[in-house]
């Protein structure tokens, strides 16, 4: 069993980061802004629709509490969730297709998982796949414009955290390898064949380099 070299760490690592940087260029195409008044609405749109595909993670961009879950069936937003943050502004997130986990009145943080994108409420468009994103202060809608690029990037710490676990499993991999192979030296020679045996020496297998 051979250690990682230099060389195949250096690989790994532009490969990894090559799968992130073609996430972080995938930005979320805006559809709509605020106050934008196109032929389908009677009044200035209340905040910003971003294209997503369908499933594509919602998170929350600031540290705050669940102030209210809605689902208004085909209607408005359909399902959607309002965060209070901490400055007292309440966001908006609309036409989910599904909730992450949490309830009213929990706290969230920021970057956690409130739901996933969809096309519930009343939706225009071939597929109507977007994230409405709305932003309210003191009962009143405001342009939440400023938080357009939080919008854009609110997936992508989570890539590189991703990316950060991979490669500190491979450093660890790397520095137990002369453990793993005498091990591994150690279960080949063994006469025992049993079920546990058999599994120890096929997972050893498997992450030999």
């Given amino acids: 069993m051979l250690k990682i070299t230099l060389l195949k760490k250096h690989h790994l690592i532009n490969r990894l980061n090559k799968n992130l940087n073609e996430k972080v260029l995938k930005m979320y195409q805006i559809t709509s802004r605020f106050m934008q008044q196109e ?34 069936g085909n209607q408005n937003v359909g399902k959607g969730i309002f965060v209070k943050w901490e400055d007292g502004k309440t966001a908006i997130y609309g036409h989910l297709s599904k909730f992450g986990s949490f309830k009213e009145g929990e706290l969230v943080h920021k970057g956690d998982l409130l739901g996933y994108s969809g096309h519930s409420g009343n939706v225009v468009g071939k597929t109507g796949n977007h994230l409405h994103f709305g932003l309210k202060e003191n009962g009143h809608f405001i342009d939440p414009s400023s938080y357009i690029q939080d919008i854009q990037n609110m997936n992508i710490n ?11 499993f491979l450093d660890y991999m790397n520095q137990h390898m002369d453990v793993l192979s005498d091990l591994k030296l150690h279960l080949i020679n063994l006469s025992d064949n049993t079920l546990l045996i058999q599994i120890g020496k096929q997972l050893l297998q498997f992450i030999s380099i």
């Fill in 158 to 168: 989570v890539v590189q955290k991703v990316v950060e676990t991979k490669l500190n």
């Fill in 39 to 72: 032929s389908f609405r009677s009044k200035g749109h209340s905040g910003i629709d971003f294209y997503m595909e369908e499933g594509t993670p919602l998170r929350s961009i600031r540290d705050g509490y669940i102030e209210k879950i809605v689902d208004y």
